[in-house]
């Protein structure tokens, strides 16, 4: 991996920007949650925050063939000034009067339609500046500098939480702007990149209904079923973590120890599902990881207000076994479909999981201001994955899945 970070200078390039956008994009997005509960207490104010954050998502599906018309370099570019501009905004607004929750909202907003759009450029890009019996490589070295950039934000929110709203604002515009001089430095990569041809939209539609009909399909249909349903149990929740936090604890920094948590806790999940996801039936990981994550969450919640370093381990193992199922689901999500589906697949996916985030964040936002113990969200969060883990194990289709070794890529027909 190291070597070919050194001897690829495009994608040496690539990596500068990718931690450093990763980074002031990372501050903003963890950040803005806990940012607006600080100002507003209102758990519908963060729920609407996160519905920002992952609506753009539902539009998934829309995107592709504009990306494949435009240049990568030229999306990254224009995506991550359009990014600087928000955090600029917000820096600015912060430093000379305290922002509204609309102006935030609205921030929020459009630097998730900029994701939106450089996220598959990202993936687009990749391959043009790596050969292709280096992009597994090209992958893993990223997964790393994720990690390493996770564990940035969080040591960079620490030092700053006490140092006022406009400190963290102030790094992440700063970060930001650092990637967009280093997106100055992208280049196309050693393959031209080819433009999208006549007719290619409507092929791309066309496929996109082809991979449609093909989700429908036996266990793949249960399983985006599954993690769709997860997915908005996990968001209902998230927006509520802040009020837990405060509720128990009452300190701003015991929530962002618990991102902190959370990253070593991926990390963790990802080293775990590679080493047992070689050794179990596909069938029983899912359902032992469901059950686990949904009893952990329950006993986080009951322990975390009298014991908050043991909830922190409890925390750790929740991330650790949603993570890894995570990854479980995403390479059967590859494997399963036709391989000239596999990204269609992906992106009917993704749109899925953006409806249930919004929906999801939404409805955590009603059910944060209704609800007066907030202890029960989290209850019913942990009863959902354990209902969710039954619910897959009584499937014939998801019984019949083999070990993930077996399971081959399905060929084109």
């Keep these: 991996m190291l070597k070919l970070f050194s001897e690829n200078s495009r994608f040496r390039s690539y990596m ?6 990763s980074i002031g994009g990372g501050i903003f997005a963890i950040f803005m949650i ?57 820096l600015v607004t912060s430093l ?52 390493i950039a996770g564990i940035g934000v969080f040591v960079v929110i620490l030092l700053l939480v006490d140092g006022g709203l406009g400190a963290i604002y102030g790094i992440s515009a700063g970060t930001m702007l650092m990637a967009c001089i280093a997106s100055v430095f992208l280049r196309s990569g050693v393959k031209s990149e080819v433009q999208a041809e006549k007719g290619s939209t409507k092929t791309y ?53 618990l991102l902190g948590v959370a990253i070593l806790g991926s990390v963790l999940g990802s080293v775990v599902i590679g080493i047992l996801g070689q050794k179990f039936n596909t069938w029983t990981i899912l359902f032992v990881c469901f059950v686990l994550a949904g009893v952990s969450r329950i006993i986080f919640v009951s322990i975390i207000a009298d014991d908050f370093t043991r909830s922190l381990f409890v925390h750790a193992f929740y991330i650790c076994v949603g993570a890894a199922v995570g990854i479980l ?61 039954f619910f897959l194990c009584l499937l014939k289709p998801i019984r019949e899945l083999p070990n993930m070794n077996d399971v081959a890529l399905t060929e084109d027909e």
């Design 16 to 21: 500068v920007f990718e931690i450093l956008s």
């Design 34 to 90: 806990w940012a607006i509960h600080a100002q507003y207490q209102n758990p519908f104010y963060t729920g609407l925050a996160g519905f920002m954050f992952a609506v753009m998502t539902i539009a998934n599906f829309l995107v592709g063939p504009f990306v494949d018309r435009h240049s990568k370099v030229t999306l990254l570019r224009v995506t991550c000034l359009v990014k600087f501009g928000v955090l600029s905004l917000v």
């Design 96 to 147: 000379t009067y305290l922002p509204g929750v609309w102006f935030l909202l609205l921030m929020i907003f459009i630097f998730s339609a900029a994701t939106l759009v450089s996220n598959p450029a990202t993936t687009a890009y990749l391959p043009q500046i790596v050969e292709g019996e280096d992009l597994l490589k090209a992958n893993s070295l990223l997964n790393v500098v994720a990690s």
């Design 205 to 257: 539609f066309a496929e996109l209904k082809e991979g449609l009909l093909f989700a429908k399909r036996g266990a793949l249909l249960f399983l985006i079923i599954a993690f769709v349903s997860q997915d908005l149990a996990a968001s209902i929740a998230y927006v509520n973590v802040p009020m837990l936090v405060q509720v128990h604890t009452g300190e701003a920094f015991s929530y962002f120890v």
């Design 329 to 389: 689901f995403e390479t059967l999500t590859q494997k399963l479909p036709p391989k000239r589906l596999v990204a269609r697949i992906s992106t009917i996916v993704a749109s899925l999981m953006g409806l249930s985030s919004a929906f999801g964040a939404l409805l955590g936002g009603i059910m944060g201001t209704l609800i007066p113990d907030i202890d029960m969200i989290f209850v019913i969060q942990g009863v959902s994955y354990i209902a969710i883990g």
